[in-house]
């Protein structure tokens, strides 16, 4: 029997759960949490400090990384910034863009412009515009990634490109090539239903470690982070051809799931959900608890597969390690208000076997503020010689 761990409650702020002797295993049902007060993985007592807030009167709204530089929409449209957030280039004119990408490679960059229900592509080298295409059945999108698995089902396209639309409950899937632009292939989740696979409210999309997509769902009573696998399913279709509704996506089992059958839905998500085998109805209310959340909302994974999630209503940011247990969070009220875009530069350490990567720091905008944080883990500060964080941080 595997057991789903989940670790005790640390203290919000800039804090990691101590370093504690495990206690007594308390053995219960199939899929039954457990609870072991330590931390695991390579940020145990290594926090995350603030070590710069750069003030950006253009309202950002999104940032990602390509090549180790920043790239923002806000509304000065789109600008590409080093990691002291100094400008290395721009495209103005994207007043009304609401979300952004790269591909695998950090090649392209794709921007979704609402005004006009179209996503446009450019060069991460210089910001060159290189193509659009419309795509009026969206309407608004507040997240986008990209994932190749399974593009061999759509011949001669690169890559697919994802977009969540929380007002219409889906996350659309468009074929990507360099000649045709964008082209519909199906969706990857719909809202029409209560499992696990179904999405309310899509606030967030990445690509983890693994090529599955991650989907952070900010319905009140679900407040989780589902994974799927990226590969549409062909077996799920409908009878018109032209209906956004086929080839969903199934659900993915995090590395740590169950024997149970059926699984729980918390087999297959981040968050409050059901964890028990038979167990069909989870708990909806809003906790700060360590592992569980209160909206959701933007994603990153660093190099060694850690997944960063902006938990925008508890003020902080929390890290689930690539099997999707929970490792630590950061910040809090004051130092990270409301939470609602972040992106990881990684640090490499040795090389081939010996390779470590981690995510050295991190890059957070917050909701409706004229900010960008920039966080460092403790690795880094101590690599960047600054002063440790004072006793009351």
């Not at 053995?27 to 457990?34: F, N, P």
């Not at 590395?255 to 038979?278: E, F, I, K, M, R």
């Not at 700060?288 to 925008?312: H, K, L, N, Y």
Request: hydrophobic share 35%; proline share 7%; glycine share 8%.
């Amino acid at each position: 029997m595997n057991i789903r761990l989940n670790r005790t409650r640390s203290l919000l702020g800039l804090v990691l759960l101590p370093l504690l002797p495990a206690a007594a295993w308390l053995l219960a049902g199939c899929g039954e949490k457990i609870a072991i007060p330590e931390a695991t993985g390579l940020y145990s007592g290594s926090p995350y400090q603030i070590a710069a807030d750069y003030s950006d009167t253009t309202m950002p709204r999104q940032i990602t990384v390509a090549h180790n530089l920043l790239f923002v929409i806000s509304n000065a449209g789109l600008v590409k910034r080093d990691q002291s957030y100094n400008l290395d280039s721009s495209v103005p004119g994207l007043t009304s863009a609401t979300a952004l990408c790269v591909n695998e490679d950090e090649s392209l960059v794709f921007v979704f412009e609402e005004t006009d229900s179209r996503v446009s592509w450019y060069s991460t080298s210089d910001l060159t515009y290189l193509g659009e295409t419309a795509v009026p059945e969206v309407g608004t999108c507040n997240a986008m990634a990209t994932c190749a698995v399974g593009i061999e089902q759509y011949p001669g396209a690169e890559t697919y490109l994802y977009l969540s639309s929380p007002e219409q409950g889906r996350v659309y899937r468009y074929a990507y090539d360099a000649v045709s632009g964008l082209n519909p292939h199906g969706i990857l989740a719909r809202a029409d239903g209560s499992a696990a696979r179904f999405v309310h409210m899509p606030t967030g999309l990445a690509r983890d470690s693994q090529d599955s997509l991650l989907v952070a769902d900010a319905d009140p009573g679900r407040n989780w982070v589902i994974r799927f696998h990226a590969e549409p399913d062909t077996l799920d279709v409908t009878a018109d051809p032209d209906d956004m509704d086929e080839m969903r996506g199934k659900a993915a089992l995090w590395g740590n799931a169950t024997s149970c059958v059926p699984h729980p839905a918390g087999d297959y998500v981040l968050g409050n959900a059901p964890d028990q085998c038979g167990q069909t109805e989870w708990d909806p209310d809003i906790t700060d608890e360590p592992g569980f959340f209160d909206q959701p909302q933007g994603m990153a994974v660093d190099g060694s597969g850690r997944i960063f999630v902006t938990d925008r209503d508890n003020s902080r940011v929390q890290v689930f390690d690539a099997s999707g247990d929970y490792a630590l969070l950061f910040g809090n009220p004051t130092s990270t208000p409301e939470p609602v875009s972040v992106c990881v530069i990684d640090k490499v350490n040795g090389a081939g076997a010996n390779q470590i990567n981690y995510g050295a720091y991190v890059f957070i905008i917050l909701k409706d503020q004229s900010t960008v944080m920039k966080y460092v883990s403790n690795e880094q500060a101590n690599e960047d010689n600054l002063p440790p964080p004072p006793d009351d941080f």
